[in-house]
């Protein structure tokens, strides 16, 4: 095992060493940053719903990150909508009931606002102080034109934001009603942006006559939601969206297709066909030239990287198939941070394992612990969103990938191949910097 | 109103506590609840100044059955974990609002482990309850005077701490080297922070100063405790303009026992102090416009008598934060202001308003870690009316209606 002398060693963890289960080994007791909540999450997400409002209750803390939360994306090329209200649960509200405040509110709403759903977010405080907020919720119902729909966030009975986010999913199912179902016609599940109807996915499918009726959660309306089932197949882009396609088949019959994202073309490749067969179209020519197109950029890339070594952490969709892209390229990737494990990645477990690639998988329990690994390991790169003022002063080359998170198909592997292969002179300027002040301090 | 939209929910005491905190060196926090709160913060300290937590704030990772079975298990052993791996001089434990409902004894947690524990235990158990975040910067200011400052060996003289600025303050940087400028042109220095420039050694040796500088009334319960116990004087208020920056540094020399020189004076004066008179043109007329400020009290105070004393306008209105953000827009409306000072929300509200100075926190879309833009000080005067009149020529419509 590498690192065996040190004490960051003792909690590493070898991918072959991986239990069948998942479960990563916790590596701290102080946690920094944590994992994020799912009153988080769903506050971010529910103003991509259009035609609704969010009524957040909670403490003052969490109503507070929400808003900034949102002020700080509206700054960016991925702002969202300003349909998020607040209701401060305050400590009168816990002794003396909260019923009262959240019914004029709810009120309120309804006739300022006039939302066509009004999504009501509950936060850990009520669940553990176990009002009957439900009831409460179901005796206001009659006096309110909007369709009130509960998601609770109790973010204190689990590790992350998973729960609640399913929670938010299966909300929309309620809105949902039996269709006819009509050919040629798909729903995008998990996909959080305004451009999902420009992915790559979405223009291929198009190309064939395949329309995209909605992408959930991304900039539908309830109207839209209700009519989702008609579908001839839901595509489901991420584990959250999972329970709602599930549900989905088994009430209304609606079929889907799970196919997490891929990087590495073979894995696109399939990844494509898959979803070509359940919808009876062929995309072979498509596939082919996009993926020699992906290949011969792949080819370069790997003149240029080959014989680095990188970290990978916070990646959207088949971090371990990246890893296996990465091999690709010949960057072997030395350590892999993450929270989870799923059940689906095995199979891409399995391959990497296969070829003889066995990096550290580390839980990144505190960040601090996390530059210490970094530093033991001195990789070349590192693919995530690690602080990358820490990075420049390790001479580690930071690459973020957030412009790939909305791409779909080898347009995602196209960027990431372009963000390995570039070095923004911004990146310069910081590593010159930190580099300074580096020396400096020896 | 209880529903809020277009404002923003005010932050409670709990972030008072973490901000309060966040500036003193060797001193880590751990919050205990679960990791929500903890990931939010990551993201929020951004909008002061793009700082981080990292390094700072730990999170115990709560769990349901902690908060079933009233488990503190997690939370002794992530302390062991900070005082073991990181060796600080004091751990903060941190209520949220989760420990707060039931009611986990963090005090007794505290008295249960601080024998077998190296760093300094404190805790601030209010987890968001207990007011907005003045309440939580005053609570740590109290905690810190009683627990950690020590009796002092001597005084230094012309020696001041300067009580009051978090690193939530509005302008800290720019407007902290204003004042240690100014103090310096005095030969008086600055013996620390209290808190967003400090460590725990500082904070012991607090009382050694000659005076104490508050420059915001959240400060001023600190001050009142360190004059009662140590006897050290205190001068309350910033220096806004010409005449109140030189008022200041009359006064703060006089109870240092020092002098502000005739000659540095006038060099002052000569290089920062130019009236707006000298920088506006015969049609340009100021007293006809309509300001509203928006901000916390005393740059409120200091910005209101700037502009009466410097620019010859009386603003038209002065909020205090506590004012809710509808009632701001009805007011705005009201009087249809040529100019708002604020922060980035009263200036959303604020669309029309043709003259936005941002001025307060929240400021999620700036950024103020140049230390060269300060508001107090003789060059605090000289960069607001350079800025005022920019905005004024850029928009001279307002000279016109």
């Known amino acids: 095992m590498y690192l065996e002398n040190s004490e960051i060693g003792k909690k590493c963890m070898l991918l072959s060493e991986l239990p069948e289960d998942g479960t990563l080994i916790a590596t701290a007791r102080a946690l920094y940053p944590g994992q994020h909540c799912s009153f988080r999450a769903v506050a971010g997400t529910l103003p991509l719903i259009k035609n609704s409002y969010a009524l957040l209750l909670g403490p003052a803390i969490c109503l507070y990150n929400a808003k900034l939360s949102m002020n700080m994306r509206s700054l960016t090329s991925d702002p969202r909508p300003n349909n998020l209200l607040f209701v401060n649960y305050s400590q009168d509200d816990i002794i003396f009931g909260f019923r009262e405040k959240v019914r004029t509110a709810i009120l309120q709403a309804d006739e300022e606002y006039h939302p066509e759903v009004l999504f009501l977010i509950t936060s850990c405080l009520q669940e553990i102080v176990g009002e009957d907020f439900d009831s409460c919720i179901d005796e206001i119902r009659p006096h309110v034109h909007a369709r009130l729909l509960i998601i609770h966030t109790e973010n204190f009975t689990c590790e992350g934001a998973a729960p609640g986010i399913e929670n938010m999913f299966k909300s929309f199912f309620e809105l949902m009603t039996s269709q006819p179902k009509e050919e040629k016609t798909v729903n995008l599940l998990g996909l959080w942006t305004s451009t999902a109807r420009k992915t790559e996915l979405a223009r291929l499918l198009c190309s064939k006559g395949i329309v995209i009726k909605n992408v959930i959660p991304s900039y539908c309306t309830p109207s839209e939601l209700q009519k989702a089932p008609g579908v001839q197949l839901n595509i489901v882009l991420d584990q959250y969206a999972l329970p709602l396609a599930k549900m989905m088949k088994e009430q209304f019959g609606t079929e889907y297709i799970y196919a997490r994202k891929p990087y590495l073309p073979d894995s696109i490749e399939k990844w494509y066909k898959d979803i070509a067969g359940d919808l009876n179209i062929d995309l072979s020519a498509e596939i082919e030239e996009l993926k020699t197109q992906t290949e011969e950029l792949l080819s370069r890339a790997r003149i240029a990287l080959a014989g680095k070594t990188c970290a990978v952490s916070s990646i959207s969709g088949r971090t371990f198939d990246l890893a296996l892209l990465l091999s690709r390229l010949g960057v072997e990737p030395k350590v892999i941070l993450m929270q989870t494990v799923l059940p689906d990645d095995r199979s891409d477990i399995q391959e990497l394992l296969t070829q003889g690639i066995d990096p550290i998988i580390f839980r990144g329990d505190n960040s601090l612990q996390n530059e210490e690994l970094f530093a033991e390991l001195s990789p070349d790169i590192s693919l995530g969103m690690q602080d990358r003022q820490a990075l420049a002063r390790m001479a580690i080359m930071p690459v973020v990938l957030s412009t790939s998170y909305y791409m779909l198909g080898f347009e995602s592997t196209n960027e990431v191949l372009r963000r390995l292969l570039e070095k923004p002179k911004s990146l310069e300027a910081l590593m010159y910097k930190e580099q300074i002040l580096a020396n400096g301090e020896c | ?401």
């Open chain 2, 1 to 401: 109103m209880d529903l809020k939209h277009n404002g923003f929910p005010v932050p409670s005491d709990y972030f008072g506590v973490l901000w309060a905190l966040s500036g003193i060196k060797d001193l880590l926090i751990l919050e205990h609840g679960s990791t929500g709160t903890c990931n939010y913060n990551a993201f929020n300290y951004m909008i002061m100044n793009r700082q981080s937590p990292k390094g700072k704030l730990f999170s115990s990772g709560m769990d349901e059955d902690d908060v079933v079975m009233g488990r503190d298990e997690k939370v002794k052993e992530a302390i062991a974990e900070l005082d073991g791996k990181y060796r600080p001089e004091v751990i903060a434990l941190v209520a949220t609002g989760v420990t707060s409902v039931i009611g986990l004894d963090l005090q007794g947690i505290i008295e249960e482990i601080q024998s077998a524990t190296k760093s300094k235990l404190l805790s601030f158990s209010s987890g968001g309850f207990s007011g907005d975040y003045n309440q939580g910067i005053k609570e740590v200011f109290r905690s810190l005077v009683n627990n950690i400052v020590e009796e002092p060996r001597d005084i230094k003289p012309y020696t001041v701490n300067i009580i009051g600025p978090t690193i939530d303050s509005f302008n800290n940087v720019s407007d902290l080297a204003e004042l240690e400028r100014m103090l310096m042109l005095l030969g008086a220095q600055v013996n620390t922070v209290f808190t967003c420039k400090t460590n725990v050694r500082d904070i012991k040796n607090l009382a050694m100063a000659s005076l104490n500088l508050v420059t915001r009334d959240t400060g001023l319960e600190a001050a009142k405790m360190l004059k009662e116990r140590y006897g050290i004087p205190y001068y309350y208020g910033l220096p806004f303009g010409v005449r109140g920056s030189v008022e200041w540094m009359n006064d703060v020399a006089g109870m240092l026992g020092l002098s502000l020189s005739r000659k540095i004076l006038a060099e002052e004066i000569g290089k920062y102090g130019y009236s707006i008179l000298e920088l506006v043109n015969f049609l340009q007329n100021l007293d006809h416009l309509r300001v509203v400020i928006s901000c916390p009290l005393d740059y409120s105070i200091g910005l209101k008598r700037l502009m009466q004393d410097e620019w010859g306008i009386d603003p038209s209105l002065v909020v205090l934060p506590e004012l809710d953000s509808a009632s701001l827009e009805e007011a705005i409306a009201g009087i249809n202001p040529h100019i708002i000072f604020g922060n980035s929300y009263d200036l959303m509200i604020a669309k029309n308003v043709p003259i936005k100075v941002h001025a307060a926190f929240p400021a999620f879309d700036h950024i103020y870690r140049y230390d060269g833009t300060p508001f107090v000080g003789l060059r605090g005067h000289a960069h607001l009316t350079q800025t005022i009149i920019n905005h004024l020529n850029q928009n001279p419509e307002v000279f016109r209606n």
